[in-house]
């Protein structure tokens, strides 16, 4: 699922170009998992979705090969993970920690990649907890909703084009 954060309108204060990525490693599992706690809980526990330690991990061990810190110079300000498939590109995690939210970092991020989707003619495709708030962000930067997720607690958001202005 992708997630995070508060919603609110500072999209545009942020620049991709001012973040680095590096790839995560399983030495990155506690710090991940300190994120994830941080920017989820809340949202797990209000869609009724398991929120114990060990699907914490579990998520966070998900396609950890796939997945990027995002860095504001020395400083770790979030997560991205995603992954290509035949036809899409896959938005499996958005998270940035709760001092950069409404910043505009995750809508930098996810932009980073509808350009690089757009270019290859892809969508992209994430599933967000429907009482996940970041659900408005998708929006406004022109998913839209296809359906539920299988187990129910999800929205499954497509994006093919443009951003809403």
Do not use: C
């Not at 992708?2 to 030495?27: C, I, M, N, V």
């Not at 979705?49 to 914490?56: G, H, M, T």
């Not at 998520?59 to 997560?79: P, S, T």
């Amino acid at each position: 699922m992708a997630s995070s954060g508060k919603d609110e309108h500072h999209d545009e204060a942020a620049d991709a170009a001012a973040l680095t990525l590096r790839q995560a490693t399983p030495q990155d599992v506690p710090t991940l998992m300190a994120l994830r706690r941080a920017t989820m809980l809340e949202h797990l526990r209000s869609a009724g979705a398991p929120d114990d330690e060990a699907s914490l991990l579990a998520r966070v061990e998900y396609r950890l090969e796939d997945a990027q810190l995002a860095y504001l110079g020395d400083e770790l300000i979030g997560l991205f993970k995603t992954h290509p498939t035949e036809d899409a590109w896959m938005l499996v995690q958005v998270q940035i920690t709760p001092a950069r939210q409404g910043q505009g970092w995750g809508a930098a991020l996810i932009r980073r990649l509808l350009e690089r989707a757009g270019s290859e003619g892809r969508s992209v495709v994430l599933h967000v907890l429907k009482t996940n708030p970041a659900r408005r962000l998708y929006e406004r930067l022109g998913f839209v909703i296809e359906g539920d997720s299988e187990n129910g607690l999800e929205y499954v958001m497509r994006w093919t084009g443009s951003p809403r202005e």
